[in-house]
């Protein structure tokens, strides 16, 4: 067994520190890389995690036989360059795989990207399961006399654990939204790569050479990564083109600007639905818009159109007060400040800053009716609520297939929620359905929301957003009726924003029973994703679109 000197032994601590750290950055910056196609729902995390692990298990098991037969540092030193090398290399293989994907994901075709997120996910077998061989190698290393080996074997596992709490935060907290997915690999990597190899040369002279054999790494590793790597990973629609793209801490964010109208052909005739000029936020693998905007232009056929209803099934439709919870990049506060006028007072709810700053450069998002709370939806709103804040509409934009967080949707949050409305305050929540492989809607999520909705306010509506596989429920602080809407659409005046006149007629012909399932969400018990599991797999099994 070799014997370190004390210098020897002092490196192979940060050796076993910079192992730790690479190994969770690698994870969690995967999980990014990944989400830029495939999204960032509780599967994909699972799928991450879960083969993570196995490839960490077998690393234990193949390090710790390897160790028995060479107890050497040298050896050590040698896999974790290959380890950092091919952690370097991970996301520049795995480009052309993703580009691929994503245009499966955008023309749903689900074989095909299922296909290659599990190639994706066998790229990160050889580094994760060379990063799983460093612990019980510099374990048998450092260990010399059974006397020593738990405070040794315990020391190391410290040191290795605290090495993947900052590669936890590190990525998380400043690689990722400062340098981006590619380099925040690539950085993690050469920091392995420049301690396995200077661990090396302080060996000896059999170190300095093997140092030397693998000096090429970091030389082929930064030619590679300086190669072609400007473009955008998830390239944009054909038609649109990309304004500005971001590496969030929450999201990876594109802006995009069409090149040409998009509409659609009505009894012979090209009717304009967006026109060229509008923008679009897109987050994650770009299935959803999450805001849309263009500078002359306020009604957009969508989700965001059918918001300026809800206050109609009230007798008076007076909005002092609103709070958006899921502001994204403003589409909601714009279409209320227009229709409604600048009094009203804004409250929008966004966790991630990075979409505010895209909103207030791209989206139009600067009302001075507009107050902006950088939060999560929930604590923002129970801190408002504090405050002595009382709304006549709380609108949550926060939910979207796969992505629905729980927190938002429990008998909990809606009693908080109706205690921060007015006498005549109401919820509107967009919730999304799916389609089975037998055509069927799987409306299995807004059936589940119902249920618990109704536990708290006397009236539930539901109106299904056409053209889209949107539903909004509104829930009314009074007991309302569907007839209070139309009539109001009924007597509109003549001069009333086309916006809200579109949004009255939508909602009208949108109207469905409110259907209640015996799912019940609560702060103890939400299966969000159970429910949410079954529809993704449902859509991939019948390759139906969301």
């Not at 004390?6 to 995967?30: C, N």
């Not at 048998?140 to 654990?161: F, W």
């Not at 002279?205 to 093997?210: Q, S, T, V």
């Not at 949107?470 to 109001?488: D, E, K, M, R, V």
């Amino acid at each position: 067994m070799q014997s370190l000197s004390a210098h020897g032994k002092r490196w192979l601590l940060l050796a076993v520190f910079t192992s730790g750290m690479t190994t969770l950055a690698i994870e969690l910056t995967a999980s990014r890389l990944l989400g830029n196609v495939f999204g960032t729902s509780n599967l994909v995390w699972a799928n991450v995690i879960g083969l993570m692990l196995l490839y960490l298990t077998v690393g234990y098991f193949v390090g710790g036989w390897l160790a028995d037969r060479a107890p050497r540092a040298e050896q050590l030193y040698q896999i974790m360059a290959w380890a950092a090398f091919f952690s370097g290399l991970v996301p520049l293989v795995a480009r052309p795989v993703l580009s691929a994907a994503a245009s499966a994901v955008s023309a749903f075709e689900a074989g095909v990207a299922l296909g290659s997120f599990v190639a994706v996910l066998v790229l990160f077998a050889a580094p994760i399961t060379l990063l799983g061989c460093v612990s019980p190698f510099a374990v048998r290393i450092a260990v010399q006399s059974v006397g020593e080996a738990g405070k040794v074997s315990g020391r190391l596992y410290a040191i290795s654990t605290l090495g993947s709490l900052v590669g936890t935060f590190l990525p998380t907290l400043w690689t990722i939204p400062a340098l981006g997915t590619t380099a925040t690999f690539f950085l993690f990597a050469m920091l392995l790569l420049f301690v396995a190899l200077i661990g090396l040369a302080l060996l000896g002279a059999n170190g300095r050479a093997a140092a030397l054999r693998l000096a090429w790494m970091p030389l082929l590793l930064a030619l590679l990564s300086a190669s072609g790597q400007s473009s955008a990973l998830r390239p944009p629609p054909q038609g649109s083109r990309l304004l500005w793209e971001y590496d969030s801490a929450y999201n990876y964010i594109q802006v995009l600007e069409l090149e040409a109208p998009v509409g659609q052909i009505v009894d012979g005739q090209f009717v304009t639905l967006w026109e060229a000029g509008t923008r679009e936020l897109r987050l994650n693998e770009g299935q959803g818009i999450h805001s849309v905007w263009h500078p002359s232009r306020r009604d957009f056929g969508g989700t965001w159109d059918m918001f300026l209803a809800a206050p109609y099934f009230n007798p008076q439709p007076q909005i002092e007060r609103i709070c958006v919870i899921g502001l994204a990049a403003g589409t909601i506060s714009t279409q209320y400040t227009d229709v409604f006028g600048a009094h009203v007072q804004i409250d929008g709810i966004e966790i991630d800053p990075a979409i505010v700053e895209a909103g207030r450069r791209f989206f139009g998002m600067t009302q001075p009716n507009l107050r902006v709370i950088v939060e999560d939806g929930r604590l923002g709103l129970r801190r408002l609520a504090q405050e002595g804040a009382r709304y006549d509409l709380i609108a949550v934009d926060a939910y979207r297939v796969p992505y629905v967080p729980w927190h938002l949707t429990t008998l909990e949050f809606f009693q908080e929620a109706r205690a921060a409305l007015s006498e005549r305050g109401l919820v509107a929540i967009n919730v999304g359905r799916t389609v089975r492989a037998n055509g069927e809607q799987d409306r299995r999520l807004i059936e589940a929301i119902t249920h618990t909705m109704q536990q708290v306010f006397p009236s539930v509506h539901t109106l299904d957003v056409p053209e889209s596989f949107n539903t909004l429920l509104i829930g009314t602080a009074q007991p309302t009726s569907i007839t209070t809407l139309a009539a109001h659409y009924a007597n509109l005046s003549p001069d009333a924003p086309q916006p809200l006149r579109r949004a009255l007629s939508a909602a009208i012909s949108g109207a469905r029973p409110s259907i209640a399932s015996e799912v019940l969400f609560t702060d103890d018990r939400a299966p969000v994703e159970t429910i949410i599991n079954q529809m993704v797999i449902d859509y991939l099994l019948g390759s139906s679109r969301p």
